[in-house]
T-cell receptor, first 114, second 118 residues
Framework: AQSVSQHNHHVILSEAASLELGCNYS??????LFWYVQYPGQHLQLLLK??????LVKGIKGFEAEFIKSKFSFNLRKPSVQWSDTAEYFC????????????FGTGTSLTVIP | DTEVTQTPKHLVMGMTNKKSLKCEQH?????MYWYKQKAKKPPELMFV???????INESVPSRFSPECPNSSLLNLHLHALQPEDSALYLC?????????????????FGQGTRLTVV
């Protein structure tokens, strides 16, 4: 079955630590990939997106992600996290063979300790 | 304008009530979506409209009835809901895969309607 999986369900880091959140998908063919963030009590916000081209994409707030096609992965990274990065992070996929369908991974809850 | 506007922001309804959630966008998107999100869980796709026609129904119970009256509006009619239907309901829109540059599209999300069924 087609799916999006995020390996880390809950991550706790100290401020200034580096972050890497894993995302793997199982859709075949061309995909568009996204990372969304949801701060406590707020709506989903797009952090970054990959459509084509350079597999290393940079987003807002110092986040970046790398698309590795051979591994069906799109991992999110940040060199130095801040307390304000505490939030839920969702990887999402739009598999173009299925048209307009944005499917989300299970999410990772990040807690940054000051 | 890159906003998706949802009303109301909060809704409390009884199990015998009928209510509607509304969603509006003016970005010229021809794909619109309803998602359901429980606390600490990812959004779950419910319905997709493509050019005002229902294209995907992810086996959602009939007590949820979507409607797309025009290219800017999306409604979700609610009737005889259960307490377990309490959740955040998110609307989103994107370019339809048949619009213009077909593949470079992202979904824009509204702030959601927090629904409580009592």
């Amino acid at each position: 079955a087609q799916s999006v999986s995020q390996h880390n369900h809950h991550v706790i880091l100290s401020e200034a630590a580096s972050l890497e959140l894993g995302c793997n998908y199982s859709y075949g063919g061309t995909v568009n990939l996204f990372w969304y963030v949801q701060y406590p009590g707020q709506h989903l916000q797009l952090l970054l997106k990959y459509f084509s081209g350079d597999p290393l994409v940079k987003g807002i707030k110092g986040f970046e992600a790398e698309f590795i096609k051979s591994k069906f992965s799109f991992n999110l990274r940040k060199p130095s996290v801040q307390w304000s990065d505490t939030a839920e992070y969702f990887c999402a996929v739009n598999a173009l063979i299925t048209g307009n369908q944005f499917y989300f991974g299970t999410g990772t809850s990040l807690t940054v300790i000051p | 304008d890159t906003e998706v506007t949802q009303t109301p922001k909060h809704l409390v309804m009884g199990m015998t009530n009928k209510k509607s959630l509304k969603c509006e966008q003016h970005m010229g998107h021809r794909a619109m979506y309803w998602y359901k999100q429980k606390a600490k869980k990812p959004p779950e796709l419910m319905f997709v409209y493509s050019y005002e026609k229902l294209s995907i129904n992810e086996s959602v119970p009939s007590r949820f009835s979507p409607e797309c009256p025009n290219s800017s509006l999306l409604n979700l009619h609610l009737h005889a809901l259960q307490p377990e239907d309490s959740a955040l309901y998110l609307c989103a829109s994107s370019q339809d895969w048949r619009q213009g540059k077909a593949w470079d599209t992202e979904a824009f999300f509204g702030q959601g309607t927090r629904l409580t069924v009592v």
